[in-house]
């Protein structure tokens, strides 16, 4: 097997009881994980379960208490080269526009990387095309729908580079239209085999893309690998619901038509 993209061991968030005013909260405890180049990774979980601090620290915007994360073999923490080598779409997109127009917020990262101009408007290009919006590169972002903010966002991390692609909650507040427009995006970038990480409690939408499934509650891994044969060993109380039986197998689990 090859060597993990990402190695994780001993992961722990921990909030001190002044940060809560309460004892000591251990959000994030013990996680041991590998994630391999080019694999579709989903979280599981349901809501408080630790699934956005655990992205965070994997992303490399929070320091974890205990433990350590390595990316490419080096701590991610300290190497912001190598965190810039992982791309984050959050839960709410509007927290990522920060463009005046569709084309300006994803050239806002390429900028910050000191590319030529002709680089960076070929980048911009790039990714507008891949995720279907270069017909509006001067459009005001507000004015896409939250599907086609959701792709934007994807834009902004193509166009950086970023071969690991990170989505919390991608469906959240989404219509159908804009949750097919997501999937696209998904199917997209497991087919160009980048390394894409999914944390959602909407197994139904996405699991048909996933390589393998974790189940995550109260901050730690509870269980782990092909995601039929976790489903088939479901706990209920973890509070994560078994698609299949709205479904006829793991591989109808989508919102995306064939």
């Known amino acids: 097997m090859a060597d993990p993209l990402f190695s994780i061991r001993n992961l722990s968030r921990i909030f001190p009881p002044a940060a809560v005013g309460a004892g000591e909260i251990r959000a994030v405890l013990g996680v041991n994980l590998d994630i391999f180049t080019g694999e579709c990774l989903l979280i599981a979980g349901s809501n408080g379960s630790g699934k956005t601090l ?26 912001a080269a190598l965190r810039r080598q992982v791309g984050l779409i959050f839960q709410d997109a509007d927290a990522q526009i920060l463009g005046e127009t569709v084309a300006e917020d994803v050239a806002f990262g390429p900028k910050n990387l000191g590319l030529s101009k002709e680089e960076i408007k070929s980048r911009v290009d790039r990714a507008l095309e891949a995720t279907g919006l270069s017909l509006k590169g001067d459009f005001p972002p507000r004015r896409l729908s939250g599907g086609e903010k959701r792709r934007l ?61 974790i189940i995550l509650d109260r901050g730690m891994i509870r269980d ?11 706990n209920p109380a973890f509070g994560v619901r078994d698609p299949r039986r709205s479904y006829v197998s793991v591989g109808d689990c989508t919102w995306l038509l064939p």
């Open 153 to 213: 966002a994807v834009a902004g991390v193509l166009a950086m580079g970023c071969d690991t692609v990170i989505m919390d909650e991608p469906f959240a507040n989404l219509d159908w239209p804009g949750v097919v427009l997501v999937l696209e995006i998904i199917r997209e970038i497991k087919n160009s085999g980048r390394t894409l990480i999914i944390l959602t409690h909407e197994l139904e939408k996405v699991l048909a893309f996933a390589d393998r499934l």
């Open 54 to 79: 655990l992205m965070r620290m994997i992303a490399g915007l929070m320091e974890q208490s205990e433990g350590e994360i390595l990316f490419q073999g080096r701590p991610l923490i300290r190497d």
């Open 224 to 234: 782990e690998g092909k995601p039929e044969a976790v489903l088939d060993r479901l």
